[in-house]
């Protein structure tokens, strides 16, 4: 469960793109691994030379024209539907949850982010920080981009983050778990010219 939780933090989830992803992979070499099969001999020796579609299918189809098109256009129309379904789910921009803490109070995914990254850029070491509200109203966490000053301590920076600013998060949001996600950068300076 905490995997889950924590994966969260790190990135939207894939779970179902994938999963159809793997379905159409197993269909597309379920269909070339029969084409395969049929076409070196292994099914008969003139299995190969045989019509793709079964000439009994085609004389079944020709008696019943009216069901076969119905059918084709259902299934037409259910793969147009889940291929725009597909399309707008992968495209549509990541939850940035707004929470409620009262009746009347509404906290916005912004306000978080602000507020968090104000108090991680007064954290010892680090040079700037940017910081987002993911996921949703009733499982939020945060991704949190630290870059730090050369020669700081990471040992240091990691307790304060988790003991003051992560600490203070969870308890202004009134949350037990705040999945966090955390890069740490090198801060670079100004490139310096050469005389």
């Not at 108090?119 to 991704?143: F, H, I, Q, W």
């Not at 020669?151 to 990691?158: E, F, N, P």
Request: hydrophobic share 50%; aromatic share 6%.
């Amino acid at each position: 469960m905490t995997r889950s939780v924590s994966a969260k933090a790190l990135g939207r989830s894939t779970g179902t793109e994938r999963t159809l992803t793997v379905l159409i992979g197993l269909l597309a070499l379920l269909g070339g691994a029969a084409a395969l099969v049929v076409g070196a001999g292994w099914l008969g020796t003139y299995r190969a030379d045989r019509p793709l579609v079964d000439p009994i299918a085609l004389d079944w189809l020709s008696r019943h024209a009216l069901a076969g098109h119905i059918g084709a256009i259902v299934l037409g129309v259910l793969l147009l539907w889940l291929g725009l379904w597909w399309f707008f789910r992968s495209l549509r921009p990541e939850g940035r949850p707004d929470l409620e803490l009262d009746d009347d109070l509404v906290v916005t995914s912004s306000a978080i982010s602000e507020a968090v990254r104000l108090d991680a850029e007064t954290v010892d070491g680090v040079g700037r920080a940017r910081v987002r509200a993911v996921g949703d109203k009733e499982n939020p966490a945060l991704r949190i981009t630290l870059w730090l000053v050369e020669g700081t301590d990471l040992k240091r920076v990691w307790e304060q983050l988790d003991h003051t600013v992560l600490a203070r998060a969870r308890e202004s949001l009134g949350v037990d778990v705040l999945p966090t996600a955390v890069r740490i950068e090198l801060d670079t300076t100004a490139p310096q010219r050469v005389r």
